[in-house]
Nanobody
Framework: QVQLVEFGGGLVQAGDSLRLSCTAS????????MGWFRQAPGKERDFVAA????????IYADSVKGRFAISRDHAKNTLYLQMNSLKLEDTAVYYC????????????????WGQGTQVTVTS
């Protein structure tokens, strides 16, 4: 198993930037891909961005493309999400997740999840 802990959420204004971090522990050698997902009140959990753990290939949801950047520090077993030009609609609980086979944007393929961190964007 892999344990995931997110950091970095908070209250920001529209247009601001914020960086989320997610530290992995446990069987990190098993990780093949990681991702960020988010869930707004009353909505389903949506894909935000994903990265292949070894090659650092990335994919993004259209809604965040050009504003958000996912990255990882392999040595620190840490995943990041740099969020720029934040919008009101980015308000959500952000979750990081890890999978042990492949990588990509399907939430059902992820094996471990963090507890989530709240990001609130105000006008």
């Amino acid at each position: 198993q892999v344990q995931l802990v997110e950091f970095g959420g908070g209250l920001v204004q529209a247009g601001d930037s914020l960086r989320l971090s997610c530290t992995a522990s446990g069987r990190t050698f098993s990780i093949s891909g990681m991702g960020w997902f988010r869930q707004a009140p009353g909505k389903e959990r949506d894909f935000v961005a994903a990265i292949s753990w070894n090659d650092a290939n990335t994919i993004y949801a259209d809604s965040v493309k050009g504003r958000f950047a996912i990255s990882r520090d392999h040595a620190k077993n840490t995943l990041y999400l740099q969020m720029n030009s934040l919008k009101l609609e980015d308000t959500a609980v952000y979750y990081c997740a890890a999978r042990f086979s492949g990588w990509g944007g399907s939430a059902t393929r992820y094996d471990s999840w963090g507890q989530g961190t709240q990001v609130t964007v105000t006008s």
